[in-house]
């Protein structure tokens, strides 16, 4: 027999009743090649030499974190859909699920750190309040949680949000396909330097 949702909101939390539909959308049927990212650009870098020397460890720390991106943000789509599907009264996939896209957004900020830094440029504003500031203050705060508060990064129906800020997730998969794009053109055969 499941929980009431009085039960849950008084002695779990507030926030998984909250969330009444899945609005992820699925990625993998966008880049259906996703999966294979890392083995591909290991193909190219063997059978092509590409891309240059210099450049393959940061493409492969780009490459190998946003395939894991796919696999965590699938994996919280699966987990709130199973949340939904079932009805109010369970917390296990809630929490399932924001695991997976705290994940989500930790690899994606750390794939666009990494970017900025390989290029030398900021690529946002502290406090411009742009997508990339509010993946950073989600990411922080997720990083630097007290054991004390209940839930310091929580899901909604339409995204993350913390005290200070939100983050749809309508703009986090726009962050995600800017940097599958990037992998794919790193992924795909690329003309020599040498053939223009």
């Known amino acids: 027999m499941p929980f009431t949702k009085y039960a849950v909101d008084t002695f779990i939390s507030d926030k998984v009743t909250g969330v009444t539909e899945c609005t992820l959308a699925d990625l993998y ?3 259906p ?3 294979n990212w890392v083995s591909s650009f290991g193909l190219m870098v063997i059978f092509n030499n590409q891309p240059p020397v210099q450049r393959r460890p940061l493409a492969l ?5 946003v395939e894991m991106i796919f696999v965590e943000h699938s994996q ?3 987990q709130l859909l199973d949340l939904i599907a079932k009805g109010a009264g369970r917390w296990s996939p809630y929490f399932r699920a924001l695991h997976h896209l705290e994940s989500t957004l930790s690899l994606s900020y750390q794939a666009y750190h990494f970017a900025g830094k390989s290029l030398d440029q900021r ?5 411009d309040d742009s997508p990339l500031d509010r993946l950073n203050r989600i990411y922080n705060t997720s990083k630097h949680q007290l054991a004390e508060i209940e839930q310091p990064i929580w899901i909604t129906n339409s995204g993350m949000s913390t005290v200070d800020c939100s983050l749809t997730f309508i703009e986090i998969e726009e962050l995600v396909r800017t940097l599958a794009r990037i992998v794919q053109r790193l992924t795909s055969k690329q003309p020599s330097e040498d053939n223009g």
Not at 61 to 65: S, W
Not at 123 to 127: G, I, S, T, W, Y
């Open 29 to 31: 049927a966008e880049f």
């Open 33 to 35: 090649d996703a999966k």
């Open 61 to 65: 720390q780009l490459i190998r974190r």
């Open 76 to 78: 919280a789509r699966h």
């Open 123 to 127: 690529l946002f504003e502290k406090k």
